[in-house]
């Protein structure tokens, strides 16, 4: 249970996913006024080192946040557009990196954290020994700390009891590393049973694309959870290749229920410059649908 470090997978192409997704929804529901209380239900370490560690032995950045920055980097200079999307990200990212080296990555709870409002609460969870102790090592680090409640506890089972929070805005980011094959059935109960208490939330769910059957119904049973509760939802996957015999993850997807209206076009514009960025061959490819209740 406890051999998965996301360390390994820090500035990949997943990370960019999730977290390209997540800055929107947050920057989205930030124009309202009113407190947000942002849960993440697998914080992991917070941030992390790329040139040492887990994240040097498996070298998954370099063909995930190297490749984007060096794309956004030539862009600029070639005077070519970019997604607004994926440049809110990029700041994201070199706000870790004032020295303008890229050595470190932030994880969600550090990009959520950088962007709070004075009024916004962060609540974070992880059950790994080791990573909760160097989470909540990190999370001191910020200003933003008092805002921040850290939580070595089962996220699945606590976030019926963290909504609806008293502003009664929030937005949820669930994404497990589904290490353990009941993970999948844990998010369902976990997603139906918020839902049921704060319908109107915002809820993210990053997945990986395996070849395990629970991997491959996730998409369609969500949306049959979004469905039983009439919301809108959208769904988007990205690959960078297919490559049937490599064991190296080639495709992730987020399921967003209760999306703001931005967030497909923002998508749209933001993932062809993925693909083309990100991809190795031929099989690179994007999915994006939606739904509105």
């Known amino acids: 249970m406890f051999s998965y470090r996301h360390a390994f997978h820090a ?48 070298n998954e ?33 070199h706000a870790e990196n004032a ?17 709070l409002r004075p009024q916004d609460r962060l609540k974070l969870f992880e059950l790994h020994p080791k ?21 070595a506890e089962d996220s699945f089972a606590r976030l019926k009891g963290l909504v609806p929070p008293p502003s009664r805005r929030g937005l949820v980011l669930i994404d497990p590393s589904y290490e353990d094959k009941q993970d999948y059935r844990y998010l369902e109960v976990a997603l139906e049973e918020a839902l049921q208490r704060f319908a ?34 959208l769904h988007t996957e990205l690959r960078v290749e297919n ?17 703001p209206w931005t967030l497909e076009k923002h998508l749209a514009d933001a993932l062809p410059v993925l693909v083309e960025a990100l991809g190795l061959n031929d099989g690179a490819k994007f999915v994006l649908n939606s739904f509105e209740a």
């Not at 070849?211 to 959870?225: Q, V, Y």
């Not at 015999?245 to 999306?259: C, D, H, T």
Request: charged fraction near 20%; charge should be positive.
């Open 243 to 259: 490559a049937p015999g490599e064991r190296r993850l080639q495709a992730s997807g987020m399921f967003v229920i209760n999306p």
């Open 99 to 115: 020295d303008g080296n890229l050595s470190v990555y932030p994880g969600s709870p550090f990009i959520l954290a950088r962007l």
């Open 11 to 58: 500035g990949s192409h997943a990370d960019i996913l999730k977290h390209l997704t997540l800055v929107h929804l947050l920057e989205y529901l930030q124009e309202k006024p009113g407190a947000l209380t942002i849960v993440d239900t697998h914080a992991g370490a917070g941030i992390y080192n790329l040139e040492d560690g887990f994240a040097k032995v498996s």
């Open 131 to 151: 990573e909760i102790d160097i989470l909540r090592h990190n999370i001191q680090q910020l200003p933003q700390a008092k805002q921040i409640d850290v939580y």
């Open 61 to 93: 950045s370099q063909g995930g946040i190297f490749r984007l920055v060096q794309y956004v980097e030539s862009c600029k200079k070639s005077g070519t557009p970019l997604a607004s999307s994926i440049e809110k990200y990029a700041e994201c990212i």
């Open 200 to 233: 109107t939330g915002c809820y993210a769910v990053w997945y990986p694309i395996l070849t395990r059957r629970e991997s491959a119904a996730l998409p369609d049973r969500m949306k049959k959870i979004a469905a039983a509760h009439q919301r809108s939802w």
